[in-house]
């Protein structure tokens, strides 16, 4: 989607005490949007918290992730890095 605002989507990455990462993400427009999120080593698991998912599927060696936002919302998500 297109958003009204030049930044739409806010995040903060965290270092986790298990090794791995939290990226806090949220919407900020009242539009429907599509994110990428790219990373400079390959990625071994994404999971989106607290929401009804299952962990994404990533081929091997993938760097990023997508996800899809509502007007608004919030993810949360758990990444691992080999």
């Keep these: 989607g297109k958003a ?3 930044t739409p989507i806010r995040t903060l990455l965290k270092h986790a005490p298990d090794g791995s990462y ?3 993400t ?3 427009d009242d539009a429907v949007l599509k994110v990428a ?3 400079p080593r390959p990625l071994e698991k994404v999971e ?3 929401e009804n998912r299952l962990p994404e599927t ?3 060696g993938a760097k990023g992730f997508e996800l899809s936002y509502e007007p608004f919302a919030v993810h ?3 990444i ?3």
């Design 4 to 6: 009204p605002t030049a």
């Design 37 to 39: 999120y790219e990373f």
């Design 26 to 28: 949220a919407n900020v």
């Design 48 to 50: 989106v918290l607290f």
């Design 58 to 60: 990533l081929p091997a």
């Design 76 to 78: 949360v998500v758990r």
């Design 22 to 24: 939290v990226l806090l």
């Design 80 to 82: 691992a890095m080999p």
